[in-house]
Every structure is written in structure tokens, then in C-alpha cells.
């Protein structure tokens, strides 16, 4: 069974930062590309940022150029760092693992993140 664990969420002030990390286990984690989604109340979730195997990067522009994404693959991790927060940003943040040729799609069970304006 994939598992995907996420840590680092938290109450942070307008302007800080924080940074999320995704420990995955039971996976080859070099064949994964991983990626950051982000749910608000009342809102869907939305993908914010994502890594592939080889480190190309893509970001949503409401997070572009404050959230840099990051991989380990020799600790089978991914970061997401979290600067000039705005309360905005304030979600549940998942990881998810997606096999690079299958497209099977694996879930965290998500990390809180709240912004205090």
C-alpha cells in the first residue's frame, strides 16, 4: 500500500513562510512525479505546484515565484516551500504521487495551513 505523509502545516503570520514535506513510502519514488494541491472551505482543489522525476517544475500563477517545489529522491521526499504567505493561501495541502507511465494516482491525507491576517 503507497503511503503518502505529509508534515509542516501550521498557523502562520501574513508574510512568513513554512515548509511542507510529502514522505513516500512503498513506492519507486524516482518513477513518480509528485504534486501539491491545495483545498479551501468551500472551494475545489486545485493543483498548485508539480515535480517530475527529473525536477521540471510547474506552478499555478496564484503561487508562482513564492511556492518553490523540490524533490529528494534518495529520502523518497518532496518539499514545498511556502513563502510571502497570504491568507489566501490558507487550505488543506495534499501531496499526491502520480506513476509517470501508468497514471495511477496515489493521496496524502492532507496538512493544514492557516494564515492569520
Known amino acids: 500500500q503507497v503511503q503518502l505523509v505529509e508534515s509542516g502545516g501550521g498557523l502562520v503570520a501574513a508574510g512568513g513562510s513554512l515548509r511542507l514535506s510529502c514522505a513516500a513510502s512503498?513506492?519507486?519514488?524516482?518513477?513518480?512525479?509528485m504534486k501539491w494541491y491545495r483545498q479551501a472551505p468551500g472551494k475545489q482543489r486545485e493543483e498548485v505546484a508539480s515535480?517530475?522525476?527529473?525536477?521540471?517544475?510547474n506552478y499555478a500563477d496564484s503561487v508562482k515565484g513564492r511556492f518553490p517545489i523540490s524533490r529528494d529522491n534518495a529520502k523518497n521526499t518532496a518539499y514545498l516551500q511556502m513563502n510571502s504567505l497570504k491568507p489566501e493561501d490558507t487550505a488543506v495541502y495534499y501531496c499526491s504521487a502520480i506513476h509517470i507511465s501508468s497514471g495511477d494516482q496515489y493521496w496524502g491525507q492532507g496538512t493544514q495551513v492557516t494564515v492569520s491576517s
Open positions: 512503498r513506492i519507486i519514488f524516482k518513477t513518480y512525479t
Open positions: 515535480i517530475t522525476p527529473g525536477g521540471t517544475t
